[in-house]
């Protein structure tokens, strides 16, 4: 998984409350066991004018130019500004796969469902939950500004504006902790493969017979 540590980039705006994961990546595209391929898809049902299929050339196909992302003010976003409960529905992991397919590396929202929140973390996409008051400020910078960026530092915990001004934010420091070191729960697992190994051989000491090949018993042909 990518660390995060610092990141500057050009914020977005999704003007929406209750974004649900199937706006996010519709189920269509779920049917693929790779990881991999889902930020063409990210948002299709707003982003495309047209009914998106798996296998479909993306490229060919007519944008939504009312659609936020598909504005040339915002293209090369990676900073999304949302709206609350950003994220609901289903529990599906392709909708921080998406994101951070598309190229988004954080998502700042007054909330968010708490599995989406949670598969945010282990999945490199920092997601920043602000006031309402704040976000809606955020909203009209970047309306107001373009090429409006935020700077955002998860050490320090804090975003800063392009005038200079600091919002701090709250981060569990378990989750910080994975993040600004690129591990995801394999990551964190690995960490720990020496003790892996030496509870293995002390295991087999104790048990070889844990160990025996399977013994092949053909039927016999008479």
């Known amino acids: 998984m990518e660390a995060f540590t610092t990141h500057e980039g050009l914020v977005a705006p999704l003007d929406r409350e209750n974004v649900d994961t199937d706006l996010i990546i519709p189920k269509q595209f779920l049917k693929s066991i790779q990881r991999t391929g889902f930020g063409p898809n990210l948002f299709d049902e707003l982003r495309y004018l047209d009914h998106g299929e798996?296998?479909?050339?993306?490229?060919?196909?007519?944008?939504?130019?009312?659609?936020?992302?598909?504005?040339?003010?915002?293209?090369?976003?990676?900073?999304?500004?949302?709206?609350?409960?950003?994220?609901?529905?289903?529990?599906r992991e392709h909708a921080p796969w998406a994101l951070t397919q598309y190229g988004f590396r954080a998502i700042i929202a007054p909330s968010f469902a708490d599995i989406f929140f949670n598969n945010s973390f282990k999945n490199g996409l920092l997601p920043i939950i602000l006031s309402e008051l704040e976000v809606a400020r955020l909203f009209d910078e970047v309306r107001a500004f373009n090429g409006y960026k935020l700077r955002i530092d998860l050490g320090e915990q804090r975003i800063i504006t392009p005038e200079g001004r600091a919002i701090g934010f709250d981060v569990d420091e378990f989750r910080k902790y994975c993040l600004l070191n690129g591990f995801d729960d394999i990551g964190l697992t690995l960490r720990q493969s020496d003790k892996i190994r030496a509870y293995e051989a002390e295991r087999l000491a104790r048990q070889p017979w844990l160990d025996a090949q399977p013994i092949n018993i053909a039927p016999q042909r008479g």
């Open 54 to 91: 798996p296998g479909m050339d993306n490229s060919k196909r007519p944008l939504n130019p009312e659609f936020v992302l598909n504005q040339p003010r915002y293209q090369g976003a990676t900073v999304l500004l949302a709206r609350q409960n950003f994220g609901c529905g289903s529990s």
